[in-house]
Every structure is written in C-alpha cells, then in structure tokens.
C-alpha cells in the first residue's frame, strides 16, 4: 500500500521536475533517509504523536536552502498529509525511474573465481543484446560451483552451476546406456 502512495508522489515530482532537479532529489532523499536511520528521528517520524507539522519543522525545515524548491514543496505537502514515512521508497522508486528513464542498470555477479573487467564487460554485453538496456557489473564475491548474474532492477537472473552440469552429463550418459 505505502508503495502505491509514493508511487504517486515520485509521479507528481517526475513531471514537475527537470532530468538534473530530479538527480539532485534522489541525492538529497538518500542524505535525508540516511539521517532518518538515527533511532531517535527515526521515531519521530513513525510516532502518530507528532503532527506533521512538528515533523516538518524537525526534518525538512532545516534543509530549506539545501534542497531543489520542488522537492522541498513535495516533503512539505507529504509532511502535511503525515507521510513523511514513505522518504525511503520514494527514494527507492525515483531511483528506479531515473535508471529506467536512462536504460542502465546495475548488476552482481558472483563466481568461483575472480573475474577480469574484460570477462564483466563480456558478460555485460551479452545481457545488453538480451535486454536492451546498458547493464554494469561488479562481482561481489568469490564462492560458489559456478557463475552467478542477477541485475535486480530488471528481473533478470541467471546461473550456471559445474555439479549441475556435471550431473546432468551423468544423467544423460546413463540414459543413453
């Protein structure tokens, strides 16, 4: 439900909004929700106690000339309607729409060994022919049977394990006896 209602907040800003004044939304939404991880301010803005008011005033008030003036009046009609709770996904779904508005995408990949930036590049192009969009891999670790690739924004994900290879070889040379 909460995601369907900051849907329609990051719809509002999105058409109001520039490409840039929305980057600079984005960075100033993650600023503002790493600050709303402190136990007390995160209380403050879950408590049903304090008004909107008295959390705009706490929260984005201070912020007043640091922050693009359309986000500004969007945290302030959010605060007003008392959902100023939803920073984290509106963050979450604004940067989605960006990465979808650009076409490129981040992804992890996971394997048994450590690979090249050329191998990652490879791998890379090869989702791009698949998908379209402009994909940038990381690997994120060393374990594992085999190859790992997930690209999370665009529902992809993909993996080759040597024993299931291996087993499946067997299986087939068994059948074929």
């Known amino acids: 439900m909460n995601e369907l209602i900051a849907k329609r907040y990051a719809k509002a800003l999105m058409e109001v909004a520039s490409a840039e004044e ?11 929700q790493k600050s709303l991880e402190e136990k007390e301010l995160a209380e403050i803005v879950a408590s049903p106690l304090v008004s909107g008011e008295e959390k705009f005033s706490l929260v984005v008030e201070p912020l007043k000339g640091k922050l693009p003036e359309k986000l500004f009046n969007l945290l302030h009609l959010m605060s ?30 996971e394997a048994d060994e450590a690979l090249s930036e050329k191998e990652l590049k490879r791998i890379a192009k090869v989702l791009k022919h698949y998908s379209g969009a402009e994909v940038q891999l990381k690997q994120v670790s060393e374990s594992g049977d085999g190859l790992y690739v997930a690209v999370e924004d665009l529902g992809l994900e993909l993996s080759i394990s040597k024993s299931r290879i291996k087993a499946d070889l067997l299986d087939f040379i068994q059948r074929a006896l």
Do not use: D, H
């Open 80 to 109: 007003e309607k008392g959902r100023l709770n939803l920073l984290p996904t509106l963050a979450e779904i604004l940067s989605f729409e960006l990465k979808r508005e650009e076409n490129r995408y981040e992804g992890i990949v």
């Open 22 to 32: 929305l980057k600079a939304s984005l960075t100033a939404l993650r600023a503002i």
